[in-house]
């Protein structure tokens, strides 16, 4: 089966890991600094490592202080962890419809859903493609939120010019193994904010404090440390960040691989009848994850299914969040977020990832055109 997405790794990446296995250090030593100043060149704000996407927004929204009473207003097209890392914490999830073309939060139905209760407002760059985020950025100083970017699709994306990671306060990676690169599992969190910065950091370090200028006790001695708040060891060891600062530097390679393959769907499904291929707005310049293409006409299901029959190995992202049981017994309703749930019900992701040959596509390709009929 072609899978819809999955890792790259070369001769660099292996000996990279065993260079860190045969070390002194397979967790907390210099490769985690190392790696985290790798991405700090990319993402364009510093980074603290974490143990995946999923921790790297807990810990983000932990940081933003996220937590009973507050609301956090996020997309239901996302990956369930974007809203289940503020409803862990105690807090309210506000589901705001996303823009027809890219499935990104729409910042209208964004400022819709604020109050005065609203704590973060959560994007998600959707495939890739950045969210608006100027216009979030308004919507979140206008009301003192804390702006979020899961941008577990996009590192290697760029804004207006600047790369995601440096324009909300907090942005979460994921490296899991179908993503633009990976550690295996890992994740990371970038802040153009020192403050929420640290705060991850404590938070991933089982909230241990050791600057003798934070401690209550600071004389106590040179093995001293606090606890002020809880926090969990979500910390990445050496040997996967050796893989990641070795996946890094490919990043150009792979964004121009993932580049040259969306455009070849774009020219090679152009036109075909029954298919509404995805939009790249132009202020963007985006490292494709997902080449996200709608099936009109109901045939969704049908076509998936034949797709996978013909041993291709399509997905569907996403289920919009709020249909999952957990959230539909806390009494969110279908239908709440329109937009959303049409985009579900025609949405198939086609295979994208860096070692997918020009054949394997061509096949793609030509056994989607023959279940539309064209
Ligand atoms: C993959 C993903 C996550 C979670 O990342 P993991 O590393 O799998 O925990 C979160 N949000 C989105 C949008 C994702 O695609």
Redesign the pocket.
């Known amino acids: 089966m072609l899978p819809y997405g999955r890792q790259s790794i070369e001769q660099s990446d292996v000996d990279a890991v065993v260079a860190a296995l045969s070390s002194d250090w397979l967790t907390t030593g210099p490769r985690v600094a190392e790696f985290e100043a790798d991405l700090e060149r990319v993402a364009g704000a510093p980074c603290v490592t974490v143990t995946?996407?999923?921790?790297a927004?807990h810990a983000a929204y932990a940081a933003a202080g996220v937590g009973p009473g507050d609301e956090v207003v996020t997309t239901p097209m996302?990956?369930v962890?974007?809203a289940s890392g503020a409803a862990m914490l105690g807090a309210t999830v506000v589901f705001a419809d996303v823009d027809e073309d890219t499935a990104n939060l729409d910042p209208a139905a964004a400022e819709a859903a604020l109050t005065a209760r609203t704590r973060a407002i959560a994007a998600?760059d959707y495939a890739g493609v950045p969210a608006d985020y100027d216009r979030l950025r308004k919507l979140a100083d206008m009301t003192g939120a804390v702006l979020v970017a899961?941008a577990?699709?996009a590192i290697g994306s760029v804004y207006r010019g600047r790369p995601v990671g440096s324009i909300a306060d907090l942005t979460t990676f994921?490296?899991?193994p179908t993503?633009n690169l990976t550690t295996a599992?890992?994740?990371a969190v970038a802040s153009i904010r020192p403050e929420l910065l640290d705060r991850v950091r404590t938070f991933r370090t089982v909230g241990m404090v050791k600057k003798p200028e934070l401690l209550r006790r600071p004389d106590e001695g040179r093995w001293f440390y606090e606890v002020h708040e809880f926090g969990l060891n979500y910390r990445l060891p050496d040997v996967l960040c050796a893989l990641g600062s070795a996946q890094l530097r490919r990043l150009a390679a792979f964004k121009a691989r993932r580049q040259q393959l969306t455009a070849r769907y774009d020219e090679l499904l152009a036109g075909v009848p029954g298919l509404r291929l995805p939009v790249t707005p132009d202020d963007v310049d985006p490292m494709r994850h997902l080449y996200p293409v709608r099936i009109l006409d109901g045939r969704r299901r049908e076509v998936f299914e034949r797709m996978q029959a013909a041993g291709i190995g399509v997905q569907v992202n996403y289920i919009p969040v709020y249909w999952h049981p957990v959230f539909s017994e806390l009494g969110y309703r279908r239908g709440m977020c329109p937009v959303a749930e049409s985009f579900y019900a025609e949405e198939i992701s086609l295979p994208l990832f860096v070692d997918l040959s020009d054949a394997d596509q061509d096949r793609v390709i030509e056994t989607l055109r023959g279940i539309l009929g064209s």
């Open positions: 995946n996407g999923t921790t927004l996302t990956f962890a974007t998600v899961d577990a699709h994921s490296f899991f993503k599992e890992g994740g």
